[in-house]
């Protein structure tokens, strides 16, 4: 419980901030708990799971949204710490991956599974995984889209109840990846990138005939007609091939996108038939330059508002991991190995779940209280460490110091401009 208050009470959640501030609280104890407790975490992540279904109920708008998030990293010690793609930041650069599972119900939102991402290099180095307590059967490379399968498959299988899954481009690219999401007869909205090849007819796959006596006969499938790219298939439509929506209402006003909609086929060039999925394409208004791509396999006569809303979901996997990070300390772990880190991030978990459950989406005057909120209300309420004398001067000290700092500043400013040679003009 101590750990949970410090990660809402401390400005920044590592063990000695929160000592500093949670009453009772100890650096030790809490290092403890997090690096050297033996309790397992994955039952505490399904419990987190469960109580989120149980919060969101059986509503046809749940779904279930996956995403990864990055943790700059310095050094090489941290479990799964590589030189990789940082979202974060926009390239590569150092640091750790680790995809999520967040449950939505368009007002609420909680994560409700993670994996950690190990690159190649760490599943390579024995050693290593040794030093940092990886188990042995999380040492087999596993894609991020293999890790949101499994997410997806144990959600259902644990029960939660969400009518479609979200996706970005990242996830969006793996055909395999949407074909076995298809086969589980999940419904899904994936983001997909501008390159796409799709079919704007059935492509009409055939065995073609041999082109002479000599040779094998030909056995691959052909499409009797050529794909196209999304981003060149889009340079076609005329204006009033765009239908203007309200998404949502947002602190802006409505907000309003251009949304096209077909259905379209698309192959990865060894399965006996096409697959015949929405195309939903998104374009910003007063942005037109602006455009998102989604393939969706859901029922043929989903109107085109109910699609651009599902694909406008992803939007809210953003906030949960800026609130998390800002907020719960999801990004402000002192661990290094695999057991500290899913203890860190289980806690971090069951933080945003304690908020998601106080947000009372049924009162209108509570429809703005937000998870800032929460954790603003938490921190005044909880019990809270007195800071001591001596605490309380070194923060008046620094003030102090920040303070005369910034009129020296200013007195240097103003003699610099005292000196200066007066200049007539005219």
């Known amino acids: 419980m101590r750990y949970l208050q410090g990660l809402t009470q401390a400005d920044t959640a590592n063990f000695e901030t929160m000592a500093s501030v949670v009453e009772g609280g100890c650096p030790q104890q809490f290092q403890h708990f997090i690096s050297n407790s033996p309790w397992d975490h994955r039952p505490v992540i399904a419990q987190i799971g469960q109580d989120a279904d149980q919060l969101m109920g059986e509503n046809p708008d749940n779904c279930l949204i996956i995403d990864e998030t990055s943790f700059i990293k310095q050094g090489d010690r941290s479990v799964g710490v590589a030189r990789q793609w940082c979202g974060r930041l926009g390239k590569v650069d150092n640091c750790q ?116 006596r000599r040779g094998p006969a030909p056995k691959k499938l052909k499409a009797a007609v050529s794909p196209i790219k999304v981003k060149n298939y889009i340079k076609s439509l005329l204006p009033q091939d765009w239908t203007r929506v309200t998404l949502r209402d947002s602190t ?15 192959w990865d060039g060894t399965e006996a038939k ?100 929460i954790v603003d209300i938490l921190k005044e309420t909880l019990p809270r460490k007195p800071e001591g004398k001596q605490a309380l001067v070194d923060r008046i000290n620094q003030r102090h110091k920040r303070r005369k700092s910034a009129i020296d500043s200013r007195f240097r400013i103003d003699e610099i401009e005292v000196s200066l040679p007066k200049v007539a003009y005219g």
């Open 97 to 212: 991956v680790a995809v999520f599972g967040i449950l939505s119900d368009g007002q609420r939102h909680a994560p409700i599974d993670m994996r950690l991402y190990l690159p190649k290099e760490w599943i390579e180095d024995k050693r290593r995984c040794d030093e940092a307590g990886v188990p042995e059967d999380a040492r087999t490379l596993t894609s991020k889209c293999q890790h949101a399968l499994a997410m997806v498959r144990a959600a259902r299988q644990r029960g939660y109840r969400f009518g479609w899954c979200g996706f970005d481009g990242g996830y969006g690219k793996d055909p395999a990846f949407l074909r076995a999401l298809d086969d589980d007869g999940e419904i899904f909205v994936a983001d997909v990138h501008s390159h796409q090849r799709i079919w704007i007819e059935d492509p009409r796959l055939h065995i073609p005939q041999a082109a002479g």
């Open 252 to 266: 802006r006003g409505p907000l309003q996108v251009e949304i096209f909609t077909r259905r379209v086929f698309v």
């Open 274 to 373: 096409a697959r015949c999925w929405h195309l939903i394409v998104r374009r910003e208004v007063g942005s037109p330059a602006t455009i998102k791509y989604s393939l969706c396999n859901a029922d043929a006569q989903t109107p085109l508002l109910r699609l651009a809303q599902m694909q406008g979901r992803r939007y809210w996997v953003e906030r949960v991991f800026q609130d998390a990070k800002g907020h719960c300390g999801l990004a402000d772990y002192q661990v290094l190995g695999w057991k500290a880190w899913h203890h860190h991030v289980t806690m971090v978990m069951l933080a945003m779940l304690f908020i998601a459950q106080q947000l009372d989406v049924g009162n209108p005057e509570l429809l703005l209280l937000s998870p800032h909120d």
